[in-house]
């Protein structure tokens, strides 16, 4: 076989464009441009000197056993995937760092809240609950919002979500949860879906879900974007100070950018237009410098104050209105850092809600009693044994050593021949040390063993009805819709009439504005129950994204619409003034190559137009000539673009120009829609988010 001169040694790896490589017909490898590149070798660290072709007796020989090249490679790719989460498996990790800067002296004792200004260093995985790890990022799901913290003292992971509540209260019933929320066992769907007999069965039959099953049926379960979701820690920890004094904690994160979500017509077609559009958002931030931010807050009581409420603080069913117990803000978190690689980074992470430090301690939630098992538990199979915490993400940054050896995939080898404890040996062993040590609260327990749940957890329905009661009217309207959405994909009947009973317990308004969407007839009879929802709780700001919602537009992204024909003056000064708010525009055409301007210049394109639907922006510009709007007027995704911009309450700019194309679409003019307008009255109201009144002039409001 005649060797070209242009072939390159295989040990030699391709990266980027500039060193493509190329395989010529003879199984030869061609080097297209230059570059330096270390040596590709087995796991072994045996240089490799052909990676095109595997070893044969003969041309066209059998390949041959003793290629141990293609049996490392093979049997390494064959072993390439783990067990993904059982829950959580759909995931997006960054890095970044938590810097205190408001001190807990005299409150906890734990390092990492006394030591105002030091940055310690964290890991953090946002994802979803129900889906697999192949699922789609727009699920209607309680996201979980995971941080582990490096501290000097150890690590700290704060397990949390994204809602400050959960569906059940005793950790034996999450089986039972994520069983009947995940696909269903015989035929294996729905994927990432709640809308299906099984969980709307359950639920309806566990009352105490019902508070949280208000919040995943709230915007709150389709969030923008992780960097524009709070964080909760959900139960009720403990902080103790140097004296061993305990104080309760509920933690919350809250983001700089304030909180926002998209609507679910919208997270539908997300879904389909870019499946990771969670997990693209926050590498392109990271990417971009654009660095999300949030703020630690803390609700911090007694048991005298935890005593006054009617509801258990204990119950994660719950929760204290920040009115009655304002955040005490302590500290922010920043991530600059994207993962180096997703799979050892992102997949290996190992959470656990026990992995805590010296002055953050447990309550007696009995649902965070549970995870404590749980977690570990999961990891010994998912990551293959007990070593799993010295993968680097796992490991932590301060020194640990111990008496614990061997096991699978022991990485670290721990020196000396003492392993046990007490010993004479060796003088520098590791001891056991009361003063700095872990040492638990000292919480009096008595009482007889029962299998019981508390009569302070009894009521299930006054903080759904607060929480409903403290949305705007355009957010208790996509709760309702919600409802409808999920019950109408239930099969059974009977489910939908109970869960609709179950709801009248919140509220005989919110059951009958549900019933009429399902086109239910006919009375409504409440489940029965033994503790009536409390209808004269105070309403609760703090719980409405719409009332806290942050205007301006940075890192927002403005889909400009362009054609043969656009005026390129108006794209650039779109671009200028954009930039200069935060926010970046999009060109999307009808070709992927661009389009020339009237002017003649040529306008690059970051989207072609089917692949670049409106559900990608948070606004758009429609920038056409008359004629490419006429024209565009007859391209069904031209006419979506602007009509689902329009449907999903969007602010839409226009040249005066595209009003083909705008009358085609079936926009209708409103305070969101700027036609002919000049930019600033447009990014401002672009600035200030969706249009909310525009809503029952596009769906039926029930
Ligand atoms: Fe989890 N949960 N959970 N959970 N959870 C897991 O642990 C579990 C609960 C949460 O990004 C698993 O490593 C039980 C509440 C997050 O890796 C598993 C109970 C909250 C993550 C597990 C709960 C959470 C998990 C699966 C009830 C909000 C993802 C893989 C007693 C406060 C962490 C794993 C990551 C993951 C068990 C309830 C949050 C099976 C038994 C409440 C954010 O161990």
Known sequence: MAKSKSVVSSTQRSSGVQDAQVIGQGGELHQVAGGTHPPMTTQHGVVVSDDENSLKAGQHGPTLLEDHVLLEKTQHFDHERIPERIVHARGYGAKGYFELTESLKGISKAGIFNRVGEKTPVFVRFSTVAGNMGSADLARDVRGFAVKFYTPEGNWDLVGNNIPVFFI????????????????????????????????????????????????????AIPRSFRLMEGFGVHTFRLVNEEGKST?????????????????????????????????????????GNFPEWELGLQLFDEDFANKFDFDVL?????????????????????????????????????????????????????????????????????????????????????????????????????????????????????????????????????????????????????????????????????????????????????????????????????????????????????????????????????????????????????????????????????????????????????????????????????????GPSVLFDSVYVALSADAAALLSTEAAAVAWVHDAFAHLKVIGATSESQALMDAAGVVADEGVLSGSKLAPYLKAAGNGRVWTREPNVRTVY
Request: net charge negative.
């Open 315 to 611: 119950d994660a069913t719950k929760l204290i209105p920040e009115e009655i117990l304002p955040l005490k803000i302590v500290g922010r978190m920043v991530l600059d850092r994207n993962v180096d690689n997703y799979f050892a980074e992102t997949e290996q992470v190992a959470f656990c809600t026990k992995t805590v430090v010296p002055g953050i301690d447990f309550s007696n939630d009995p649902l965070l009693q549970g995870r404590n098992l749980s977690y570990v538990d999961t990891q010994l199979s998912r990551l293959g044994g007990p070593n799993y915490n010295q993968i680097p993400v796992n490991a932590p940054k301060c020194p640990w050593m111990n008496m614990q050896r061997d096991g699978h995939m022991t990485m670290v080898p721990q020196k000396g021949r003492v392993s046990y404890s007490p010993s004479s040996l060796e003088a520098d062993s590791p001891r056991q040390d009361p003063q700095n040590g872990f040492s638990s609260f000292q919480e009096p327990m008595e009482g007889n063993k029962l299998r019981i749940r508390a009569e302070s957890f009894a009521d299930h329905f006054s903080q759904a009805l607060m929480f409903f009661n403290s949305q705007t009217e355009s957010e208790q309207a996509h709760i309702i819709s919600a409802f409808i959405f999920e019950l109408s994909k239930v099969e059974t009947k009977a489910i939908r009439t109970r869960m609709v009973g179950q709801l009248a317990n919140v509220d005989p308004s919110i059951a009958q504005r549900v019933a009429n969407g399902l086109g239910m007839t006919g009375p409504i009879e409440p489940v029965a129950t033994t503790v009536a929802a409390k209808t004269g709780l105070a309403t609760s700001d703090a719980l409405s994204m719409q009332k806290k919602a942050k205007p301006g537009l940075a890192t927002k992204v403005i889909g400009c619409l362009v054609a043969d024909g656009t005026d390129a003056a108006v794209v650039l000064a779109l671009q200028t003034a954009a930039a200069k708010l935060g926010a970046q525009v999009k060109i999307v055409a009808p070709k992927i190559g661009g389009a020339t301007a009237a002017d003649g210049t040529a306008l690059e394109a970051d989207f072609q137009l089917a692949g």
């Open 169 to 220: 209260q005793d950790a034996i019933k999450f089986t039972d949860l994520i069983h009947s929320v995940k696909q269903e066992p015989d035929r294996g769907f729905p994927q990432a879906a709640s809308a299906h007999d099984t969980f709307w069965d359950f639920v309806s039959l566990m009352p105490e879900s019902t508070h949280m099953l208000m919040w995943v049926m709230s915007d709150r």
């Open 248 to 288: 309760f904690v509920k933690f919350h994160w809250r983001p700089k950018l304030g909180a926002a979500s998209v609507i679910w017509d919208e997270a539908l077609k997300i879904n389909g237009a870019d499946p990771d559009f969670h997990r693209r958002d926050l590498w392109t931030a990271i990417e971009q």
